[in-house]
């Protein structure tokens, strides 16, 4: 079936250093890709997102490329705080027939930043 | 906005039990959804609606039923708790069928013993 791969599972940083996550995704007709921060206790919220009509897109600190020829988007955070500490998701939408969708998640990636 | 709602906020069930995990949104949105997360596993869509009286099941919908009676209201149901059920629980709502941002509840801890 449908799947989104995420690498790595876990990331630690120094302070300043630059953090990037991997994702592939199986269904070449998927087209929304979402990355989600989860903050200790709380649930998911989306930090940037970015569709197929676009190969980059960047929100100050956080960047989303995509490469669908190869079906690959990555995360990238420059400058990384310690409150970028986090567990970080990504995600790919399948859409159906009829207008249904499903977002289907990645395993996650802990990112850790030491001061 | 009180945003996406979820009740309870923890729960401990035994083998065989039955019960409802609440989730309300005041956000009009049409599409809502449930998912579960797992350690390294993500999270992963149980079902969802994408309004009043429409359902779908997700990656993995068995031991769980849903119902929409109403726009605010998306209700998960356990119907004979098994200790593999031992996970958290999001709800989740967006706007139109699902293709945008999604927006998430707070989650339940449920523990099935």
């Known amino acids: 079936g449908e799947n989104v791969e995420q690498h790595p599972s876990t990331l630690s940083v120094q302070e300043g250093d630059s953090a990037v996550i991997k994702c592939t995704y199986s269904d070449s007709a998927s087209n929304y890709f979402p990355w989600y921060k989860q903050e200790l206790g709380k649930g998911p919220q989306l930090i940037i997102d970015?569709?197929?009509?676009?190969g980059e897109k960047k929100d100050q600190r956080i960047a989303v490329t995509l490469n669908k020829t190869a079906k690959h988007f990555s995360l990238h955070i420059t400058e990384t705080q310690p409150e970028d500490s986090a567990v970080y998701f990504c995600?790919?939408?399948?859409?159906?027939?009829?207008?249904?969708?499903?977002?289907?998640f990645g395993a996650g990636t802990r990112l850790a930043v030491h001061p | 906005n009180a945003g996406v709602t979820q009740t309870p906020k923890f729960q401990v069930l035994k083998t065989g039990q039955s019960m409802t995990l609440q989730c309300a949104q005041d956000m009009n949105h049409e599409y809502m959804s449930w998912y579960r997360q797992d350690p390294g596993m993500g999270l992963r869509l149980i079902h969802y609606s994408v309004g009043a009286g429409i359902t779908d099941q997700g990656e993995v919908p068995n031991g769980y039923n849903v119902s929409r009676s109403t726009t605010e209201d998306f209700p998960l149901r356990l119907l004979s708790a098994a200790p593999s059920q031992t996970s958290v629980y999001f709800c989740?709502?967006?706007?139109?069928?699902?293709?945008?941002?999604?927006?998430f509840g707070p989650g339940t801890r449920l523990t099935v013993l």
């Open positions: 989740a709502s967006s706007y139109g069928r699902g293709q945008g941002e999604q927006f």
């Open positions: 995600a790919a939408l399948l859409g159906f027939s009829g207008g249904y969708n499903k977002l289907i």
């Open positions: 970015i569709r197929s009509n676009v």
